[in-house]
């Protein structure tokens, strides 16, 4: 069935450094992949997103990547602050039908001052 | 405001209880949904509405039942069937069912006495 990969599960940086966040989607149909931030005891919030007719795209310090022939995307994120600590989760809608999102399992962001 | 609201926030459940866990948005979206959130796993689908009035099972839909009465409100019912309830439940909507853009509210965590 369709499956999306998310590494790694951990990440830690310094305040300033960036993030990488990587995940693999098995559904070649899929053409929409957004990435969402989840806060402490909050919902997940939309932070960027991108379709298959694309290979980048940015929002000031956050950028995303998908590379559809290798059926992966990546989430960057620059000169990172302590505020950006929090779980991200990236999603691929999966094809035929209704708007199900399959999502990763999640990675948690530390960032230290 | 526009936006999705959940309650409780936290949500105790004794053994054999049915509960019910409340979403309402006024973002005069069409479909909505709900998922169930574990510990170092992603989202999962557990029933999805495309229009008032209809539902449809999701991936883990087992042990639980939803209603769709009005566009505003997705109420789910977490029942006895259920043996392993205890996670955060987290609500979305989009404006069509076809639409890839999801909306999440701030999650509700329910936990077994």
């Known amino acids: 069935g369709e499956n999306v990969e998310q590494h790694p599960s951990t990440l830690s940086v310094q305040e300033g450094d960036s993030a990488v966040i990587k995940c693999t989607y098995s559904?070649?149909?899929?053409?929409?992949f957004p990435w969402y931030k989840q806060e402490l005891g909050k919902g997940s919030q939309l932070i960027i997103d991108?379709?298959?007719?694309?290979g980048e795209k940015k929002d000031q310090r956050i950028a995303v990547t998908l590379n559809k022939t290798a059926k992966h995307f990546s989430l960057h994120i620059t000169e990172t602050q302590p505020e950006d600590s929090a779980v991200y989760f990236c999603?691929?809608?999966?094809?035929?039908?209704?708007?199900?999102?399959?999502f990763g399992a999640g990675t948690r962001l530390a960032v230290h001052p | 405001d526009g936006g999705i609201t959940q309650s409780p926030k936290y949500l105790f459940r004794k053994e054999g209880q049915n509960v019910t866990l409340s979403c309402e948005q006024n973002l005069n979206h069409d479909a909505m949904y709900w998922y169930r959130q574990d510990p170092g796993q992603g989202l999962r689908l557990i029933y999805y509405?495309?229009?008032?009035?209809?539902?449809q099972k999701g991936d883990i839909a087992e042990g639980y039942s939803v209603s769709r009465e009005k566009k505003e409100s997705f109420p789910l019912t977490v029942t006895s069937a259920q043996k392993n309830p205890t996670a955060f439940y987290l609500c979305?909507?989009?404006?069509?069912?076809?639409?890839?853009?999801?909306?999440f509210g701030p999650g509700t965590r329910l936990l077994v006495l």
């Open positions: 999603a691929a809608l999966a094809s035929g039908g209704y708007n199900k999102l399959i």
């Open positions: 991108i379709r298959s007719n694309v």
């Open positions: 509405s495309q229009i008032v009035n209809d539902f």
């Open positions: 559904d070649s149909a899929s053409n929409y």
């Open positions: 979305a909507s989009s404006t069509t069912a076809t639409s890839g853009i999801q909306y």
